[in-house]
Structures are given as C-alpha cells and as structure tokens.
C-alpha cells in the first residue's frame, strides 16, 4: 500500500504558485519523498525528490517539514501544461515505487 | 538524452495472439520495469530487471513473459491475453541501484494495449 495521503484534486489559476501538500507520518529515516507526475495519456515524469532538506530545481521546490511527516510540492507560476496527476511517493533507494491515487491538479486560466 | 522508447504506440490483439512490447534507453541504466495502467488508476508495478536479471515478478500472470535481452532493452511477450488486460503498459528505466541518494525512474510514453 501506498505510505502517503493527497488530496484527489486540487485547482490553481495560471501563473499562480501550485502548492500541493503530502502527508507521510509514517516514513522512517532512510525513506525519500519523491514526486511524479502524470499529464494525461503520458508516462509519468520524474520531478523532484528529497530526504530532509528544502530541494529546488528547474521544475518544482520541494518542502519537507522538520519532522519529516509532510512535505509540500510547490511549482511557482502554473501554466496550463501543468494539469496533471501528481504522485507523493516514500520509498528507500532500493523501495519499488508504489503509486498511490495522487492528487489531480487543474491549472485554469 | 533521458528518453525511454516504446514500441508499438498502441497495439490491438486477438485472445489467441502473440505478441511482443518493446522498450529501450540509452542512458546506461542498470534496472528497467514493467507498469500495468487501467484507466483512471495509478501504474502498478509487473517486473522488475536489475543488471538484466529478474529481481520482482509482482505475482503477474504467466501469460505475461517479460525478457531483458541486454541493458538497453527490454521487452514484454504476450500471449493468450484477456479482454481485462486491457491497459497502457509503461516501461521505466533507473540508474544503478547501487547508488546512493535515491534512483528516480524515467518512464517511456506507453504502450496503449486493446485485447479483443
């Protein structure tokens, strides 16, 4: 079973920062936060992952609370392309990736 | 390059065929999977190869036959499918699982599979 717990859907207009929130009490010390995503009829696309400190990249930040038992997927000014199914997965280095439902994003303009 | 191929895009087979999915990459990963999508579901998990051996079978059926004939190739036979298999079928490829900091999964666009 999936570790993680997302809301199913989630709405943003264009050009506003997409917050998308994951709660993973359960994750123990050498489990990652990974984020997918899933544009519709596509393979999922890597975005970003991390242990216990923020991460930045080209696509996304990714926000992991002190505890570590939620973390937050921000992509700072949404566009249309990037309604999708996001996928917060908590997996060790050697973990098989379980996805769970995820939440469905829809960027309006 | 970070691409992940699949061959055919979209594929319709009778319940007596046989047939094959391909997929490759090119980016010197050492560990590829099978994922079974029905629609409106997230993937699960078939197959997975690490250094070309089978290292999960997730308890799919034997008329699936996966088959990783080097590092760069993978392919999935099938035969005497039924209609519920019906499904896109997505490859991933990550880096050696040997490493640390995590190995994320690059996946390929699919393959739309209708069993009739």
């Known amino acids: 079973d999936a570790k993680t717990t997302q809301p199913p859907s989630m709405d943003c207009a264009e050009g506003r920062a997409a917050n998308l929130p994951c709660n993973h009490s359960?994750?123990?010390?050498?489990?990652?936060v990974y984020w997918y995503r899933q544009i519709h009829s596509q393979g999922p696309q890597y975005i970003i992952h991390?242990?216990?400190n923020n991460e930045t990249n080209e696509m996304a930040s990714l926000i992991i609370t002190e505890d570590r038992k939620s973390s937050t997927l921000i992509l700072p000014h949404a566009t249309l392309r990037d309604t999708a199914v996001y996928y917060c997965i908590v997996k060790t280095s050697y973990d098989k990736v379980i996805f769970g439902p995820g939440t469905s994003l829809s960027v309006i303009p | 390059d970070t691409e992940v191929t699949q061959t055919p895009k979209h594929l319709v087979m009778g319940m007596t065929n046989k047939k094959s999915l391909k997929c490759e990459q090119h980016m010197g990963h050492r560990a590829m999977y099978w994922y079974k999508q029905k629609a409106k579901k997230p993937p699960e998990l078939m197959f997975v190869?690490?250094?070309?051996?089978?290292?999960i079978n997730e308890s799919v059926p034997s008329r699936f036959s996966p088959e990783c004939p080097n590092s760069s190739l993978l392919n999935l036979h099938l035969h005497a499918l039924q209609p519920e298999d019906s499904a896109l079928y997505l490859c991933?490829?990550?880096?050696?699982?040997?490493?640390?900091?995590?190995?994320?999964?690059?996946f390929g666009p699919g393959t739309r599979l209708t069993v009739t």
């Open positions: 190869y690490s250094y070309e051996k089978l290292s």
């Open positions: 359960t994750i123990s010390g050498n489990e990652y």
């Open positions: 991933a490829s990550s880096q050696d699982p040997g490493l640390a900091g995590g190995r994320e999964q690059y």
């Open positions: 991390g242990l216990k």
